[in-house]
């Protein structure tokens, strides 16, 4: 998510709330450079690669920096002219990001080997909107949520084609700003991909048949401002709603409810989340300059669990 805190907050429908689970939540690690957002978070191992947003205008590269379990700061990549890098996502031996320049001057999906730290800024060519959602299959394949309005999906070589578009996925207008498909995920079957759609106020399901082709869409929630998403292992969907600084959960049948948390740490601009064993993951945006720059909190859920 990169639009700012200066949006108007509630512009969509309310969820129908269900009963409330909790989770603990607590602070893991700040991001080391003053003014930057977090926004992807992936995990390999006991690190974790967190990436960020440069709102400055002045900005010039995207970093992505790598922490070590207990929070130290072990690495850091660089994106020359690619301030704005969203969600990442880890394949094998290979870091991929969606990263931009700007809302509708199109981006890149990067390519970092982990092996040699080699980052290929042009592993892949987004030639309009702004790519900052992807996901990968078991197969290697690459799907990309753009603000514009697709999903498009990448090939291993870096070949890109379109995925799925139009219907659901059409931006919506969210304070001022026209905006459509976010984060995306795969249920754990992969037969279905899951996006939100933040200008519209909506979790989309788009089913994925057997010949690897995107069948049909559906509105599988309504959450308000919905970003990131990620499922635990009993198929509960998790979203964060960076300008309501909540997180809420989506049960198998549909029912919408937000997470109670409890605990020393606030959530300020939650944006993307993973799972790490039974703790939960998330990057903070930093709307409200809770810290210097942004955050990434750690959850442990009491009920339904993990």
Same mark, same amino acid.
């Given at each position: 998510?990169?639009?700012?805190?200066?949006?108007?907050?509630?512009?969509?429908?309310?969820?129908?709330?269900?009963?409330?689970?909790?989770?603990?939540?607590?602070?893991?690690?700040?991001?080391?450079?003053?003014?930057?957002?977090a926004e992807g978070v992936a995990n390999k191992g006991d690190s974790f690669y967190v990436s960020t947003i440069a709102f400055a205008p002045t900005a010039t590269h995207g970093s992505i920096f790598v922490f070590d379990k207990k929070g130290t700061l072990?690495?850091?990549?660089?994106?020359?002219?690619?301030?704005?890098?969203?969600?990442? /996502?880890? &394949?094998?031996? !290979?870091?991929?990001? @969606?990263?931009? *320049? +700007?809302?509708? %001057?199109?981006? =890149?999906?990067?390519?970092?080997?982990?092996?040699?730290?080699?980052?290929?800024?042009?592993?892949?060519?987004?030639?309009?909107?702004?790519?900052?959602?992807?996901?990968?299959?078991?197969?290697?394949?690459?799907?990309? /949520?753009? &603000?514009?309005? !697709?999903?498009?999906? @990448?090939?291993? *070589? +870096?070949?890109? %084609?379109?995925? =799925?578009?139009g219907g659901l996925l059409t931006p919506g207008t969210l304070g001022g700003f026209t905006i459509g498909p976010n984060d995306i995920t795969y249920n754990e079957d992969q037969n279905a991909l899951y996006?939100?759609?933040?200008?519209?106020?909506?979790?989309?399901?788009?089913?994925?048949?057997?010949?690897?082709?995107?069948?049909?869409?559906?509105?599988?929630?309504?959450v308000p401002t919905p970003d990131g998403l990620v499922?635990?292992?009993?198929?509960?969907?998790?979203?964060?709603?960076p300008f309501t600084d909540s997180i809420f959960l989506?049960?198998?049948?549909?029912?919408?409810s937000p997470v109670v948390l409890s605990g020393t740490e606030t959530l300020d601009g939650p944006s993307s989340a993973i799972f790490h064993g039974n703790t939960m993951y998330i990057t903070n945006l930093n709307l409200a300059s809770t810290y210097p720059s942004g955050y990434v909190s750690a959850v442990v859920l009491k009920s339904p669990g993990n």
């Open positions: 998510m990169l639009i700012t805190g200066a949006m108007l907050l509630l512009m969509l429908p309310q969820p129908v709330l269900a009963g409330n689970q909790v989770g603990v939540l607590s602070h893991f690690v700040t991001v080391p450079v003053a003014g930057l957002a072990t690495q850091t990549f660089t994106l020359p002219g690619l301030p704005i890098v969203g969600q990442a /996502a880890i &394949f094998k031996d !290979s870091l991929f990001v @969606v990263a931009c *320049s +700007g809302i509708g %001057s199109g981006g =890149a999906v990067v390519k970092i080997d982990l092996k040699t730290g080699l980052v290929n800024p042009t592993f892949s060519l987004v030639p309009t909107g702004c790519p900052n959602g992807l996901t990968v299959d078991d197969h290697g394949n690459i799907f990309v /949520a753009n &603000f514009a309005g !697709s999903i498009d999906e @990448v090939t291993q *070589s +870096g070949a890109m %084609s379109q995925f =799925a578009t996006t939100t759609n933040t200008g519209t106020g909506k979790v989309v399901k788009i089913q994925v048949d057997h010949d690897g082709t995107a069948g049909a869409m559906t509105a599988y929630a309504s499922f635990d292992k009993h198929g509960n969907l998790y979203v964060t709603s989506v049960t198998p049948d549909g029912s919408v």
